[in-house]
């Protein structure tokens, strides 16, 4: 079988470091995440699940042969099967091809019979229509000839979180970004009655770009009959055994897991920053908020965290996490040039010491003193030709004094550069933009923040700090400018001080850009009117007006409250 892959399709795993599938004769004892023992495989099976859900129930299929399908095998005259991942418990994984896009997707594919056929399509479509960026995407979920399968997303350019792990802990500011993005995320699935079930290493993925990302929501648990009564405090724990695993290198059970030691036998659950020295201390008190289910930790009491919202609050109260300055890197030796090693380029040998010769004094030669004289001789008739110049000058102007000393030229050719018109620039059409939170800020209200009317606004949520409560670095307002266009400034306008940035796509981008590395910085700016001006000439057609810091309001929150903005070229 083929290496498996580190790209988004998901690859049913055994901790990490159990083959993907076992001899029908060897029988093996699988803990829940190393929560809870479960009892020993059928050894009379043909294929042994290859892994039990960290909580909740597995559901045992019965006996069913995956699909007998090979490398080169198209589905719906479109995806190509290329290579094989995961052949376990009735299914399969593969790598494919959408041969209509001209891309990579992973496909799940399991027989129509089988026994979790329906729970998989009905997971499969209710992700589908989730349509959060922070999640792999669902893109087709079908049942045709026999046969079900699920397309998704693959990510060529992400990393599991399992690979970053076995190389080392992460930074706290890394740690803090993860559990950040991966709680929000499951905050707004549980809010529309999705559960992931199977939150694990190898579930989480970080892009080129830092972005973490979900993959298997909801599908993962239904492919392996996982179920929970309790899904909310089951993906808490998940996260906080994630957190925990990114803090110490260590997974937080006694059973080694997905290629992570566990922790020493008989000691039970013990704090982070006891495990590993250095640790953030908020980060790995919020971790035991999320796995201890008594709560606290001794030193702070805090109450538990049982759901992601949980985590999302107290994620909100912690002070925020900086990214590390950047390393002093020292300049390289310094280089003798080819004249300063001696003659020929060769450097002098060890401890010698050539001495350097003399230059004779400039233009002492035969040939200098000539010089010399010519150009003492050139001097002298440059000065009296531009005196004879200067004094016949000053005779005609007295001989003509009726001419005026100011005259127009009546030549309507322009001298020199010119500067391009300016003029008011419109904008077509606006959205919000929160990449870093639940992806949406009042997108009903957008259009009032460029109506021209002084008296209506739109704004952001409330949050309980200056900088959106420690939640995430901005938010802003994405404009389109219907085409690409020169920008000489932008001016807007704020119910009470606010600072905000200007950024821009590439000249080039044809359409809205999805992420915030695609918008370059241009200017800067706080105040209650703000006018942006970029540094050097900027043409695009996507800007993003993007709040840092936010205003105090009546109500003692802090709200972002845009007024009107206005662009000129």
Not at 24 to 38: F, P, W
Not at 73 to 94: I, N, P, Q
Not at 100 to 116: C, E
Not at 418 to 434: E, H, L, M, R, Y
Request: hydrophobic content about 35%.
């Amino acid at each position: 079988m083929a290496e498996r892959s580190t790209a988004a399709v998901d690859v049913a795993d055994n901790g990490g470091d159990e083959p993907l599938t076992a001899s029908a004769d060897k029988a093996e004892q699988a803990t829940a995440d190393g929560v809870a023992d479960i009892a020993k495989r059928d050894t009379t099976a043909r294929e042994e699940p290859a892994d039990i859900a960290e909580t909740g129930t597995h559901v045992s299929p019965r006996t069913s042969s995956p699909p007998e399908l090979h490398s080169g095998h198209k589905l719906a005259r479109r995806y190509r099967l290329e290579e094989c991942v995961t052949r376990l418990d009735g299914f399969s994984s593969w790598r494919a091809v959408d041969e209509k896009l001209r891309r990579a997707v992973g496909v799940h594919l399991l027989p129509a019979d089988h026994p979790r056929a329906r729970s998989v399509l009905a997971a499969a479509r209710s992700s589908a229509l989730l349509g959060d960026p922070r999640f792999v995407q669902v893109l087709d979920a079908v049942e045709e000839n026999d046969l079900v399968y699920v397309v998704h997303e693959w990510l060529p350019d992400a990393t599991e979180l399992t690979a970053l792990l076995a190389v080392s802990s992460l930074e706290a500011h890394d740690a803090y970004q993860m559990v950040s993005q991966i709680s929000f995320a499951m905050a707004a699935a549980h809010r529309e009655g999705l559960a992931h079930l199977r939150l694990t290493p190898s579930a989480v993925l970080r892009t080129s770009t830092g972005q973490w990302r979900i993959r298997g929501l909801a599908v993962n648990a239904a492919l392996r009959g996982i179920t929970s009564d309790t899904p909310q405090r089951t993906d808490t724990e998940a996260i906080g055994a994630l957190l925990y695993a990114a803090l110490t290198q260590r997974w937080p059970y006694e059973n080694d897991a997905y290629g992570l030691s566990g922790l020493p036998k008989g000691v039970g659950l013990i704090a982070p920053d006891q495990v590993r020295a250095g640790v953030h201390r908020g980060l790995a008190e919020l971790a035991m908020r999320a796995l201890a289910n008594d709560g606290a930790t001794a030193s702070r009491q805090e109450p538990a965290c049982t759901t992601p919202e949980d985590l999302v609050k107290a994620i909100g109260e912690m002070p925020k996490i900086r990214p590390p300055e950047p390393a002093f890197t020292a300049p390289p030796d310094y280089q003798r040039t080819t004249y300063q090693q001696g003659p020929f380029g060769r450097p002098a040998g060890p401890g010698v010491t050539q001495a350097v010769p003399t230059p004779p004094p400039p233009l002492q030669s035969r040939t200098g003193k000539a010089l010399k004289w010519a150009v003492s001789a050139l001097l002298i008739a440059a000065l009296g030709l531009g005196s004879w110049q200067l004094a016949d000058a000053l005779m005609n102007r007295n001989d003509n004094p009726d001419k005026s000393e100011h005259t127009q030229t009546t030549d309507n050719s322009v001298k020199g550069p010119t500067k391009p018109p300016t003029g008011p620039v419109s904008i077509s059409a606006a959205q919000d933009f929160d990449p870093f939170g639940d992806n949406s800020e009042k997108p009903a209200d957008i259009g009032k923040a460029y109506d021209n009317d002084p008296d209506s606004y739109w704004q952001t949520d409330f949050y309980k700090g200056a900088e959106f409560g420690n939640l995430k670095p901005g938010l802003g307002i994405v404009l389109d400018l219907g085409k690409s266009q020169r920008v000489g400034k932008v001016t807007v306008s704020f119910v009470g001080d606010t600072t905000v940035e200007l950024r821009a796509a590439s000249a080039d981008a044809s359409t809205r850009p999805t992420s915030f590395s695609a918008f370059q910085e241009q200017a800067k700016g706080s105040g209650t009117s703000v006018t942006l001006r970029p540094d050097k000439t900027l043409k695009s057609r996507y800007l993003l007006v993007w709040l840092t810091k936010l205003p105090l309001t009546e109500d003692g929150t802090y709200r972002g409250r845009v007024k009107d903005i206005k662009i000129t070229s």
